[in-house]
């Protein structure tokens, strides 16, 4: 079968941060910054989208049933085809990836994904309850386990393993703080150093208060088109080279190793192989950006690790020495919008929200945090600890 | 009175295992402490009847390679735990076991043993006394599990037993020794179960000729329904093989009296040997935020990220002893148990019972804030928790909580055994798996 090729025309989200307003009112904001990117609003209107897929976790239980209708409803799109997808903090990743192909399959023109997700406003009894949902709820939660604890075995086995140091964990933090210091819409606008990243509070050793992202509200969106549609609609398309999605275990200790995320470098195999069909080999060393999942710092080791950026167990080395911060030269740019750690991690928002960034830096709208002749650009959205991820790459394109 | 069919032949202990200091902890509660008692054990976060129940049988079981099937029935005294019954006997891998419950008394304890001396079930009688120390007056309840092997076979009989009630006026010494004169002629050795101490002496008073051993309650405090076995088996130590020894178990309203007489006490384990095992100092506020942890999370409604309790317990015996799964096609071993083997998805899996030892894969720290809801009284109690993921001897590895006195130094590549412990308290019913202790400890 042949496959269509497909653009993102539009991409937006809301502020992400401690936010007063429901759901509606974000995906709302996440949806008119999105229809707001579109070059031409003249060749494009609303109703040309088609179908929708909405991530979310339905944190809080609240509206976990039918939300996407919902959703549609407040943003004119009474009416359409749209669900609800759910893989933890992957959902809008998989809801991108289900979009990307119903268009590059034909059976659509444009569709909608994006991800929403309130959670700030629980008690703190509610919100720990729901941070242990989308592990493995039968073994490891009943051992005392949340993400926190989950993330830190990883670190501990990394550091046992590789030598890696809480400095090496610290660098991420610090420099998605920095770039998150530059962001608008990032939760955490300002930059910390090495210094009070180390010291602060441990939450699960060896991890402490800045290793960990923090409890988001927020919404995302991207517009995602066929060839003809992108043409009329923008000036500056970003093309969608390739979709890579895997799972995995879901517990911890059922994996082989706890020092790799497997269905990482699947995803991303993956992905590259559907570029390569397409006629555009892909590497490592094709990647100018990276939006990755840094749940936790480790979570950014690892997943430079996998991605191939470094060696195995070079994590930690490769992020202190600078090489994934923006304009480098070294490396490509690892989370310039401030990634899960600062720019915030609203589950279900945040792997439409990583394109998002991707959509603007590669149209060069990203501002102060530009990064510089950026043309190629990966967004890597990982479910849980590793149980579900997705890759997908994205280019530049001249019109 | 014609001897019984059975005799005592083992015994093991069990103790709690955070140590409290009584002097602190009474001073605390502004209580008068007991006089030479420095410290007493007291059951862990989580430890409770149930478990110390369990951890003294498979400790006897150990001692004396009577296999689970080998139990031909089940005493309890104090496991007053809601299904305490069937958690036991799941755990112990008998499911089927009859099992009889006493009352929660140190009468009931007494009782349980002199039936246990005439009972003739298809195997043995394993008896076990079990306090917590949790409900009780942190001062003078201690946490201890005693558990007895009486069957057929030589080991220590039983030769008559007297009692009598005690009116509110009488003396209590006097009445004792006219419960040893109801034994027969004079022996030299006679051992006092005291629950207050003057116990002892009261009788010694009144009856001023031979040895008098009390029970060890200046060590470790009273223990609850388990002190009269406590002290049978401190008896034992003080008498020559072939000797006899009188034991009395005085109280408020009775007192109770039997003869026996020794074998060889090598497979009898006192309470001195469970004293050095290790243990958690724990200071007073601890202790009694310890005591408290579960009891407002009676009602407690789950919130639905929860194994349900019917599935929870159609995975007892994966829960509460390990039991894992052997591919009968590659021959790998699976645990926690699965659905299919993830490398032949066809072939068929068997039951695979598991050692319990392994070693540290990965470690961390649970602080405040990190862990799930159910865990909070625990943290609340006792701050931090650690969590491990283990890899077991036979190769698969599983997450699970560290505990015990050396839990916070064990670290990657520790060996460690699996303990059986409450988790947490949801609804009104506790949950037990597996934690892991270090395997030095």
Known sequence: MTRRRVYVIGAGQSRFGDRPEGPKALFREAFEAALGSVDHPEDFVRTQIEEAWIGSLGFGG????????????????????????????????????????????????????????????????????????SGDTEWERLAGLTFPGVYALMADRHMHEYGTTKEHLAAVAVKNHANGA????????????????????????????????????????????????????????????????????????????????????????????????????????????????????????????????????????????GATARDSGDGPAVNPSGGLKAKGHPLGATGTGQIVEVFQQLRGTAGERQVRDAEVALAHNVGGSGATCTVHLFAREVA | MADRPNSLQASAIVLGSRTVPVPELATHLAAIAPRGLTVKRSADIDEDTTTLAVAAIRRLMARTGLPAAGIGQLFLVGADGEDADTTIATALGRPDVPVSRFLSTPEAA??????????????????????????????SAGAAAVALLIGPGSGIRLIREAHRRVARTEDLGTAMSEVVAGLGTEVEHVVVAERLPGDARAFRDASPNGAVTTAPIDRSGDLGVATPLVALLAGLRTVEEGERFDWLVPSLHTVIGARFEAKSTESCEDLDAALHGAASATDPGTALRVRDAWRSHGDQVAQGAFVSLQQYLHEAPARYRLEGQRCTSCGRILFPPREGCPDCPDARLVVEPLSGRGTVYARTTIARGGAPTEFAPQQEAVGTYPVAVVELEEGPRVAAQLTGSGAARLEIGSPVLAVFRLLYVQAGVARYGFKFTGAMD
């Open chain 1, 62 to 133: 609240q509206q976990l049933g039918n939300p996407a209708a919902l959703l549609m409803e407040h943003v004119g799109l009474r009416g359409i085809s749209a669900r609800r997808v759910e893989n933890a903090c992957a959902s809008s990743g998989f809801a991108f990836r289900d979009a990307y192909r119903a268009v590059a399959s034909g059976a659509i023109d444009v569709a909608l994904a994006g991800g929403v997700e309130k959670m700030n406003d629980l008690s703190p009894d509610h919100r720990r309850y729901w941070l242990g949902v």
């Open chain 1, 182 to 321: 530059l962001n608008d819409k990032a939760q955490f606008q300002k930059a910390i150093d090495l210094e009070r990243a180390l010291a602060a509070p441990t939450v699960c050793d060896p991890l402490g208060l800045f290793d960990c992202c923090s409890t988001t509200d927020g919404a995302s969106a991207v517009i995602l088109a066929s060839e003809e549609v992108a043409k009329r609609a923008t000036d500056r398309p970003v093309r969608v080279l390739g979709s890579g999605a895997a799972t995995d275990h879901l517990a911890i200790h059922d994996r082989p190793s706890l020092t790799a995320i497997p269905a990482t470098g699947k995803a991303f195999a993956e992905a590259c192989r559907e570029s390569e069909r397409d006629g555009r080999t892909i590497t490592t060393d094709d990647i100018d950006i990276a939006e990755v999942h840094d749940c936790f710092t480790i979570a950014e080791i690892l997943a430079v690790e996998d991605l191939g950026f470094c060696a195995k167990g070079k994590g930690g080395p490769y992020t202190a020495s």
């Open chain 2, 110 to 139: 007494v009782d349980a043993l002199l039936v246990a001396f005439g009972s003739e079930p298809a195997g043995p009688t394993v008896l076990v006394a079990v306090s917590d120390g949790r409900d009780g007056d942190p001062v």
